[in-house]
């Protein structure tokens, strides 16, 4: 899987002859997996139609900062939070220099300022324009101000001299957006995350369940994302809002969990069994309501699948993570668990205790593997789960 995938891109396209590569990076960018959104200025409008853009993008390109329509929708503020990386291809050299003097006279110098994304350029010009000492001095402003450059390359140019200044390649400018997000720990890793409780119906209206919030498994599947992953969150019933970037599967019982899960795995690298699954289920479920004439009635409940050990026996190559909650022994509890379960790792908690564990927004934990185990302190549900996706990272490497 490429690093691309799931990130988000915008494309801006400034006024040169080299504006007809963008829609080549553009189709690049989508086939490697990124989320593209264009825009031009209106010089770059002069050299290759929007509709062309548009059609490749599959979303209207933005062009202008005082459409107030176009700012009801996703105005500059949004489109600058939005991305992740923002890469002007071709950069020329006009648009360089208002990008050093921070101008914010169209919406893609307005969506430079506002943005915290990583910014790129790809200079196109005349080779007497790349060479001028004003040119220059900019450029190094950029590269003071972490804006990343990417090329120019040498050559024949349009207006027929040769020399220092033709727009890279798209390939080559994708791959060096690409390169921007390798660092990122599981940059290219597909990563299954189960979370929140599951419920085990009795008749239509009743089921067995349990007080599980889901918050670490969502805080965990955040992450991951933000961590560079692919991430598939199969989550039983919870009032939580869907991670951003995350695949959310929604399900109910744990045979759907278990099929779901099962499902998500085949092409995985990482699995994290968050999800406090019921233990048990009714045998039948009745299809009609309960009466509630007898004074007392039973109820036939059976072995719910161990979702987490189906996964791991049938994918030997996935990296199995489970979670153990327990209310004594925690660790040798874990370790049994890690052994029983076949998992690489196991993340252990208490959940006597009122301040951590369920329904919390904070959590204490242990991470345990077969020849190590450290523990996390009590902190946030949202710091733990990216000192968990460290750790898996770490261990991956090893
Ligand atoms: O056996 P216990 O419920 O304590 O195990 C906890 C771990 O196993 C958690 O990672 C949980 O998500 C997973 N599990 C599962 N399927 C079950 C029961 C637990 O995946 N039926």
């Excluded at 264009?38 to 202008?64: C, K, N, W, Y």
């Excluded at 299954?192 to 919030?213: C, K, L, Q, W």
């Excluded at 919870?238 to 779901?260: F, G, K, T, W, Y």
């Amino acid at each position: 899987m490429s690093t691309l995938s799931n990130k988000r891109i915008i494309v801006g396209i400034s006024g040169g002859i080299a504006a007809y590569k963008s829609a080549e990076i553009v189709r690049r960018l989508q086939d490697a997996g990124a989320e593209v959104r264009v825009v031009m200025t209106s010089s770059a409008e002069e050299f290759i139609r929007p509709l062309t853009l548009q059609a490749l993008s599959g979303h209207p390109v933005h062009a202008d900062l005082l459409d107030p329509e176009a700012e009801a929708g996703m105005g500059h503020i949004e489109l600058a939070r939005w991305a992740d990386l923002l890469l002007i291809a071709p950069a020329t050299a006009d648009f360089i220099a208002s990008m050093v003097h921070g101008r914010a006279n169209s919406l893609l110098n307005a969506i430079i300022l506002a943005t915290p994304a990583i910014v790129a350029v790809a200079p196109a010009m005349n080779q007497g324009m790349w060479s001028h000492p004003a040119t220059t001095d900019n450029m190094a402003m950029l590269a003071k101000r972490q804006v990343r450059i990417f090329g120019p390359d040498s050559g024949v140019q349009a207006c027929g001299d040769v020399g220092p200044g033709r727009m890279q390649q798209p390939e080559q400018i994708v791959e060096q957006v690409a390169g921007c997000f390798a660092g990122q720990q599981l940059s290219g890793k597909k990563l299954v995350i189960t979370a929140g409780p599951t419920r085990e119906a009795i008749d239509p209206v009743r089921y067995i369940s349990n007080h599980s919030s889901g918050k670490m498994g969502y805080a965990l599947a955040q992450a991951a994302a933000e961590a560079g992953a692919q991430v598939t969150l199969v989550s039983g019933p919870v009032n939580l809002e869907a991670p951003e970037r995350c695949n959310l599967v929604r399900v109910i019982s744990a045979a759907d969990m278990l099929s779901a899960t099962m499902d998500a795995c085949t092409d995985a690298d990482i699995l994290i069994a968050a999800a406090a699954v019921a233990d048990y289920r009714p045998v039948t479920v009745a299809t009609q309501k309960i009466k509630k004439h007898a004074e007392a009635i039973n109820l036939e409940l059976e072995k719910n699948p161990d979702i987490v050990s189906a996964a791991s026996t049938a994918y030997s190559d996935l990296f199995v993570v489970g979670f153990a909650a327990e209310t004594q022994d925690i660790e040798s509890y874990a370790r049994d668990k890690l052994q029983r379960k076949n998992l690489d790792a196991i993340i252990a908690n208490d959940v006597s205790r009122s301040d951590v564990g369920f329904n919390s927004d904070n959590n204490e934990a242990w991470w345990i593997t077969a020849t190590a185990s450290k523990v996390f302190s009590i902190r946030s549900k949202t710091q733990l789960a990216r000192d968990i996706v460290d750790a898996i990272a770490d261990q991956l490497k090893a």
